[in-house]
């Protein structure tokens, strides 16, 4: 185990903000500069809880100006990225470029990726490795349908969906992999699942993991949760000891709202 370092975390939380396919890099920059100041205005304390958004690409440049020219805590990670560095991949984006636009991070497997684009688990495999490749960290996405959790099969479908996209990675590397558990019928619906319900699967990944490498690597790696996830709702979803933050996708469109989804701690639901 690691030890109690952050409150009741053992790992630094994460609260990320998913643009999705919204905000031009105008709308973007002014996003970023009001999340910035009402985090500032908050005191937000940057080393407790970490903060990230994931823009669209053609906001990315004008990110990594406002992130550096002001120095702002706040980081920032692309919304998907080639299995290929470079080459005749005509629109797709290399983490090379990404790296060098100062990101952090890289989803990797959205639902949307996977549905929309058909994206398997192999070629969620192929993303991580050209993330690691660039020196990103995968956020990696998984989670079942509406079909899985009906038929009581949710968890062995997401696990299915984790083995899949992290095999022959190693113990090194799966410790520096953040994965979002987004139940896809909760994405934009504003259905969530019940915070019992994510700390059910945030444990069950645990386990997973725990099994396929060992505990201490399983320990380091960060859960989040992601879904119709507000500031109302995000005290009792990070209450599971499991959960470890939280991937936001329309409430990061709104700066005071994910501002204050970030000092969810504030929200922590206790009994
Ligand atoms: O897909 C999501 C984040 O990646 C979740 O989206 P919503 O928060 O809009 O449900």
């Given at each position: 185990m690691t030890s109690q370092t952050n409150g009741q975390f053992d790992r630094t939380?994460?609260?990320?903000?998913?643009?999705?396919m919204n905000m031009d890099h105008q709308q973007g920059v002014?996003?970023?500069?009001?999340?910035?100041?009402?985090?500032?205005?908050?005191?937000?304390?940057?080393?407790?809880?970490?903060?990230?958004?994931?823009?669209?690409?053609?906001?990315?440049?004008?990110?990594q100006t406002i992130v550096d020219g002001d120095d702002l805590k706040v980081v920032y990670g692309g919304q998907d990225l080639s299995d290929q560095d470079s080459g005749a991949y005509t629109g797709d984006i290399s983490g090379e470029f990404l790296k060098?636009?100062?990101?952090?991070?890289?989803?990797?497997?959205?639902?949307?990726?996977?549905?929309i684009h058909g994206e398997s688990d192999?070629?969620?495999?192929?993303?991580?490795?050209?993330?690691?490749r660039h020196d990103l960290l995968p956020v990696l996405c998984i989670g079942e349908g509406l079909d899985s959790r009906k038929a009581g099969e949710h968890v062995s479908f997401t696990l299915e969906q984790l083995r899949g996209s992290i095999a022959g990675l190693s113990a090194e590397e799966v410790a520096k992999v953040v994965v979002a558990y987004e139940?896809?019928?909760?994405?934009?619906?504003?259905?969530?699942?019940?915070?019992e319900d994510a700390q059910e699967m945030a444990q069950a990944i645990r386990a997973d993991l725990a099994e396929l490498y060992d505990a201490g690597t399983a320990d380091k790696v960060r859960i989040l949760y992601g879904g119709s996830v507000?500031?109302?709702?995000?005290?009792?979803?990070?209450?599971?000891?499991?959960?470890?933050?939280?991937?936001?996708?329309?409430?990061?469109?709104d700066a005071e709202e994910f501002a204050n989804i970030a000092k969810f701690e504030q929200h922590l639901v206790t009994d």
């Open positions: 939380p994460l609260i990320a903000g998913n643009w999705k002014a996003l970023l500069q009001k999340l910035a100041w009402t985090l500032q205005d908050a005191k937000h304390d940057f080393s407790r809880v970490e903060v990230a958004v994931f823009p669209p690409f053609t906001d990315i440049r004008s990110v060098k636009l100062g990101c952090t991070y890289v989803l990797v497997g959205h639902s949307e990726r996977r549905t192999e070629q969620c495999l192929a993303k991580i490795n050209a993330a690691f139940p896809v019928w909760a994405i934009g619906t504003g259905e969530v699942a019940g915070p507000k500031s109302s709702n995000v005290g009792a979803i990070l209450k599971g000891k499991d959960v470890d933050g939280a991937l936001v996708g329309g409430a990061s469109l």
